[in-house]
């Protein structure tokens, strides 16, 4: 089932799953974001919502990674 208007395109679990082990396994330091189309929404506004949420959780597995607290920790003097 493919939840994007490409022919046999990523399900949402499968672009989460992906993006989680890309934050595993690499140091993402930039990401940019930008496939969504308002105009191929379907009038409920549920496109914006993913993009955001894929975004917020994306972020969030990065956040949690053991090399990304250590820098935190460091600029924070921690």
């Not at 308002?38 to 409920?44: K, N, R, S």
Request: with cysteine; charged share 20%; hydrophobic share 40%.
């Amino acid at each position: 089932m493919s939840h994007t208007a490409e022919p046999n395109g990523m399900t949402y679990a499968e672009l989460r799953d992906t993006l989680d082990a890309i934050a595993q396994r690499t140091q993402v330091i930039a990401f940019d974001f930008v496939e969504v189309n308002p105009q191929l929404d379907v009038g409920t506004g549920v496109t914006a919502y993913l993009g955001a949420h894929v975004m917020v959780e994306f972020l969030g597995r990065i956040c949690e990674q053991p090399w990304w607290i250590e820098k935190r920790n460091q600029r924070l003097n921690l």
